[in-house]
């Protein structure tokens, strides 16, 4: 087990894609709360077309309008060169990139070949500059339209990301397909140093992190309230709650930096900013008591 891991809060793009618009300063709000209650690594929105995620539109408004606090780094995801452009107009700190293990979800997601994408990571690490680029691969633990994939094809589309520029690499379970064993097959294939992008589809999100963490991974992409789901994979849950994962590991020791009690209120923000309760436990149940008993 790990001693400290570090959260990437990922809500304020995951977590309100899957919602209706909500005004930007609204998103603006989301993005300081959390700030404010320690998280360091905050994926603040997505340059991706209007039309095809409308609750995403005027990033470059957004990150212009937040507080920016000292320490921390907002996030743009990319799908192409056009967004890694208007994301370094912006003035983002760092990229992320999805290319997909399954070829038909990365159609559905990016309208691209799993070729196309990685000749497209090499165009946006020109367009890039200095900013570092976490390649986040979609349906690392299998794929809705295409099932089981093996964890050596994840680690060798892994390889190819880095050669074509990422700097990182997170494995994502994009529909909730992981468990803990699977976990041990990929992370024995692609090593610790990996993120994971975890989803409560099938309620395995938390168990899975558990166990990624006993293997020494401690990088970790959460969503405030648990929202989140990609629009493109039916059925698809929101992510793991950053306040679940917070809960469970102030218990254990395990260092995140972020503050419970703000979180929640972060949470409780989100769930009036959406206009409906978060599915996060701990937003639901409270945290458990600190009393001896």
Same mark, same amino acid.
């Given at each position: 087990?790990?001693?400290?891991?570090?959260?990437?809060?990922? $809500?304020?793009?995951?977590?309100?894609?899957?919602?209706?618009?909500?005004?930007?300063?609204?998103?603006?709000?989301?993005?300081?709360?959390?700030?404010?209650?320690?998280?360091?690594?905050?994926?603040a929105?997505?340059?991706?077309?209007?039309?095809?995620?409308?609750?995403?539109a005027?990033?470059?408004?957004?990150?212009?309008?937040?507080?920016?606090?000292d320490?921390?780094?907002?996030?743009?995801?990319?799908?192409?060169?056009?967004?890694?452009?208007l994301?370094?107009?912006?003035?983002?700190?760092?990229?992320t990139?999805t290319?997909?293990?399954?070829?038909?979800y990365?159609?559905?997601?990016?309208?691209?070949?799993?070729?196309?994408?990685?000749e497209?990571?090499a165009?946006?690490?020109?367009?890039?500059?200095?900013?570092?680029?976490?390649?986040?691969?979609?349906?690392?633990?299998?794929?809705?339209?295409?099932?089981?994939?093996?964890?050596?094809?994840?680690g060798?589309?892994?390889?190819?990301?880095?050669?074509?520029?990422?700097?990182?690499?997170?494995?994502?379970?994009?529909?909730?397909?992981?468990?803990?064993?699977?976990?041990?097959?990929?992370?024995?294939?692609?090593?610790p140093?990996?993120?994971?992008?975890?989803?409560?589809?099938? $309620?395995?999100?938390?168990?899975?992190?558990?166990?990624?963490m006993?293997?020494?991974?401690?990088?970790?992409?959460?969503?405030?309230?648990?929202?989140g789901?990609?629009?493109?994979?039916?059925?698809?849950?929101?992510?793991?709650?950053?306040?679940?994962?917070?809960?469970?590991?102030?218990?254990?020791?395990?260092?995140?930096?972020?503050?419970?009690?703000?979180?929640?209120?972060?949470?409780?923000?989100?769930?009036?900013?959406?206009?409906?309760?978060?599915?996060?436990?701990?937003a639901?149940?409270?945290?458990?008591?600190?009393?001896?008993?």
């Open positions: 087990m790990t001693d400290a891991i570090v959260i990437r809060e990922v $809500g304020p793009r995951d977590g309100l894609q899957a919602e209706a618009p909500v005004p930007v300063e609204d998103r603006v709000r989301l993005i300081e709360a959390l700030a404010a209650a320690g998280l360091r690594e905050i994926e929105v997505s340059f991706v077309s209007p039309k095809a995620v409308p609750s995403m005027s990033p470059g408004e957004v990150i212009a309008s937040v507080a920016k606090a320490g921390v780094r907002y996030l743009g995801l990319v799908p192409n060169v056009r967004g890694a452009q994301a370094v107009e912006a003035g983002v700190d760092a990229l990139f290319a997909s293990a399954s070829a038909a990365n159609e559905k997601n990016v309208k691209m070949s799993i070729e196309e994408s990685i497209e990571l165009g946006i690490r020109a367009a890039a500059g200095a900013l570092e680029i976490d390649a986040v691969i979609s349906c690392a633990f299998g794929s809705p339209y295409e099932g089981d994939i093996r964890p050596e094809r994840v060798l589309l892994g390889d190819r990301l880095l050669d074509a520029g990422a700097t990182a690499l997170s494995m994502a379970d994009t529909t909730g397909m992981a468990t803990p064993r699977r976990v041990r097959e990929l992370v024995a294939e692609v090593g140093a990996v993120g994971l992008h975890l989803h409560e589809t099938r $309620g395995t999100a938390l168990v899975n992190a558990y166990a990624a006993e293997l020494g991974v401690r990088r970790f992409d959460t969503s405030v309230g648990g929202l789901g990609s629009p493109f994979a039916a059925g698809a849950a929101g992510n793991l709650a950053t306040e679940d994962l917070v809960h469970l590991c102030d218990d254990l020791g395990v260092v995140t930096g972020v503050s419970l009690d703000l979180l929640l209120e972060a949470s409780a923000l989100v769930a009036a900013i959406v206009g409906h309760p978060v599915p996060s436990r701990i639901a149940a409270g945290p458990r008591s600190r009393r001896a008993s």
